[in-house]
C-alpha cells in the first residue's frame, strides 16, 4: 500500500505541471524517452469503493464490494476469517442483523490485523449512517456511527417567462420544492390560472451538507411570490406552519384552485393580460382545461349534497362547507363521492372530463356565499388559526430577520444577473 500510494504520489507530481502547460496551449515540458516503460496511472484502481462514503477513517480498512449471491459467511471466508468469527459478528446483538441481508453492491469495510484476527468492520448503512462492528476483548459490540448533518440557509429568486414550473427549475429548485412552493402560496394565488410573465419569487431554504457535501434539501424557510404586483411572503416556524410576517395563518379554510397547478394545461396564456379578458366570466364559475382524468379536489371540508348526472352538468359534485359556503364542480368523467359523504379539504371527489353540454374536457368550478356566486379566485377567504399569542413575539423577530435576509439575496442575486 506504502509502495503503491508512493508511485501515485510521484505520477501526480510528474504530470500535474505537464497537464497544466498542455491545457494551456504550449507543449509539454516533459519528454518522455524511448526504451523506457514509464507507469500510467488507471481511473478508479485500487482505490474503488473506499472514498464512496466521503469517510476518512476507513484508511486502516479493506473494502470489499457486495456481489449477487454473497453471504456474510462466503466475504469473511475470502477474507480468511474463520467460521467462528462469522458466528460471532452475526450474532453481536440486534443490529449484527443487517449483515444478513447484504444486497449486490453494499460496501463493507475490514480491519484485520497480522495474526488474521478481525478487529473492526464497518458497513454503510446509508449517506448518514454506518453500522460499526469492533472486537471486545473475545467478542465483538455494534454501534451505528451517525454522521452530522449541518443545516445551511440557501437562496434562489426566479422571474417568470413560459411558466412557473419552468421558473422555478430554471431557479436550481427541485421538483419537490417548486410544489412545495406552490402549496404554500397556492391558498392566496390560483397557480393554475393566475400566474402572469414578470411574476417572481425569492426562496430561502436549507440546504443539507454532510462533510461538506450536498446530500439533498430540506425545508422551504422562507419565501416571497409577487403574483401581478401583489407581494405574499411566507414564513416558516418552529410547529412547521407558514405564517405571514406579521403572525397570520397562510392556510385558509378554501383551496384557491380545487385542481393541481401541474396538470392544468392552459396555467399560462400571456393573452390573458388582455383587460378585457380579466372581467368577471358571465357563467359565473372557472374553468380549468386539463386532461380528463385529472384528479378534482374538494376545496374545503364540508358534506357532499349532491352527487348526480344530468345532460347540462354531466357527472357533478356540489360541497356544502359550514352554513355558508358551498362549492360546485361540473362534467366530471366519474365522481369519487357519494351524497351525504364527509370530505377533507384536498379529498379527491371525482376526475376531470367532458360530460354535459360542453365544447371540451375541462372542470367548471362554482364559489357560492351565502347563496350568492363569488370569484374563486378574488373571494375573501376564512383564515386557519394565526400564530399563537405565547409565541407571537418570538415569532416576529423571526419572522422579520428572515425577511431582510430574503431581501438582502433578492438584491445580490438581481444585481448577478
Ligand atoms: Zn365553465
Known sequence: MGILSLVILLLVILFWPAEEVAASGSAPKVTLELGIEYPVA???????GINDTGDTDTTDYISYKVKSGDTLAQIFNRFSLSPQTTHKVSRAGELAEKLTRLKPGDLLYFRINEANHLLGLKFPLSNIDTLLVNAKGNDFETT???KEIESVLSFSQGSIKSSFWNAGVEAGLSDLQIMELAGIFGWDIDFAQEIRAGDSFNVAYEAL??????IGTGNIAAAEFINQGETFTAIRYT?????TPQGASMRKSFLRAPINFKYVSSNF???RFHPVQKRYKPHRGVDYVAKIGTPVLAAGDGKVIRSQYDRFNGHHVFLQHGERYQTKYLHFTKR????GQIVKQGDVIGYLGATGMVTGAHLHYEFLVDGVHRNPKTVSLPKAEP???AHKAKFLEIASQKVSLLDNHKRILLAMN
Open 269 to 271: 396564456n400571456p393573452k
Open 144 to 146: 451505528i456511527e451517525t
Open 387 to 389: 400564530i399563537k399569542a
Open 336 to 339: 369519487a363521492v357519494k351524497l
Open 42 to 48: 488507471i481511473p478508479n484502481f485500487a482505490f474503488e
Open 209 to 214: 451538507y454532510i462533510d461538506g457535501e450536498l
Open 239 to 243: 410547529d412547521n406552519q407558514y405564517y
